[in-house]
C-alpha cells in the first residue's frame, strides 16, 4: 500500500465521520424543536455507531413521558425516525441510515432479539432443523442476523413487507 492510499483511506474515514457528526447534529436539531412542541423534557445524546448516526432521546425522570414518542411496538419511534431521516436529507441531500433510539427502547429491544437470535441458532444446531421466526421490522431482522451469524450459522429473510420474517438455516 502506498503512503498516498494511506493517506486518502484515512481523509475518506475522517470525511465519513465528519459526515455522520453533520448528520446527529441535524437530527438532534430537529428533535429538540419536536421536543420542545410537544412540550416533553429529554436529553439528546449522539454517537456513531457501525458507520451510521445514533440519535437517543433520554430522560432524568422515569420517561414516562417520552413512551409516548416510542408508541405501542415502536411505530411511532419507527415513525419518528423516518421524519428525522427526511429533515437530515433535505439539509444534506443526501440519504441517511440514522437511527433513532428513544428511553432506552431499541437498546432493551436489540437485546431480547439478539437472546432471541441465539436461542434459535441453538436451536436449530440441536434439531438441525430450520427455525422460523415471527415477522419483525428490518431493524429486528438485521438485530436477529447478526446474533445468528455470531453464534455460527447463517440466516435468511423470507416473504414480504410487512410480514418478512427470519429464517434460521443449519450449517
Given at each position: 500500500?502506498?503512503?498516498?492510499?494511506?493517506?486518502?483511506?484515512?481523509?475518506?474515514?475522517?470525511?465519513?465521520?465528519?459526515?455522520?457528526?453533520?448528520?446527529?447534529?441535524?437530527?438532534?436539531?430537529?428533535?429538540?424543536?419536536?421536543?420542545?412542541?410537544?412540550?416533553?423534557d429529554g436529553?439528546?445524546?449522539?454517537?456513531?455507531?457501525?458507520?451510521?448516526?445514533?440519535?437517543?432521546?433520554i430522560s432524568?425522570?422515569?420517561?414516562?413521558?417520552?413512551?409516548?414518542?416510542?408508541?405501542?411496538?415502536?411505530?411511532?419511534?419507527?415513525?419518528?425516525?423516518?421524519?428525522?431521516?427526511?429533515?437530515?436529507?433535505?439539509?444534506?441531500?443526501?440519504?441517511?441510515?440514522?437511527?433513532?433510539?428513544?428511553?432506552?427502547?431499541?437498546?432493551?429491544?436489540?437485546?431480547?432479539?439478539?437472546?432471541?437470535?441465539?436461542?434459535?441458532?441453538?436451536?436449530?444446531?440441536?434439531?438441525?432443523?430450520?427455525?422460523?421466526?415471527?415477522?419483525?421490522?428490518?431493524?429486528?431482522?438485521?438485530?436477529?442476523?447478526?446474533?445468528?451469524?455470531?453464534?455460527?450459522?447463517?440466516?435468511?429473510?423470507?416473504?414480504?413487507?410487512?410480514?418478512?420474517?427470519v429464517v434460521?438455516?443449519?450449517?
Amino acid at each position: 500500500m502506498t503512503e498516498g492510499t494511506t493517506t486518502s483511506a484515512a481523509v475518506e474515514g475522517v470525511d465519513t465521520l465528519s459526515r455522520l457528526e453533520q448528520e446527529g447534529e441535524i437530527a438532534a436539531d430537529y428533535l429538540e424543536g419536536l421536543l420542545d412542541i410537544a412540550d416533553l423534557d429529554g436529553d439528546i445524546d449522539m454517537d456513531v455507531e457501525a458507520d451510521r448516526a445514533a440519535v437517543s432521546i433520554i430522560s432524568d425522570a422515569n420517561g414516562r413521558d417520552l413512551q409516548k414518542l416510542v408508541g405501542r411496538d415502536g411505530e411511532v419511534l419507527e415513525a419518528l425516525q423516518e421524519l428525522t431521516r427526511l429533515a437530515v436529507h433535505r439539509e444534506t441531500g443526501d440519504r441517511s441510515r440514522l437511527m433513532l433510539d428513544i428511553a432506552g427502547y431499541r437498546a432493551k429491544k436489540r437485546a431480547e432479539l439478539s437472546e432471541l437470535g441465539a436461542k434459535a441458532a441453538a436451536e436449530v444446531r440441536n434439531t438441525g432443523e430450520s427455525v422460523k421466526l415471527n415477522p419483525m421490522t428490518p431493524f429486528e431482522r438485521k438485530v436477529v442476523h447478526d446474533a445468528v451469524k455470531a453464534a455460527g450459522l447463517r440466516s435468511e429473510s423470507e416473504g414480504e413487507e410487512p410480514q418478512r420474517f427470519v429464517v434460521v438455516l443449519p450449517a
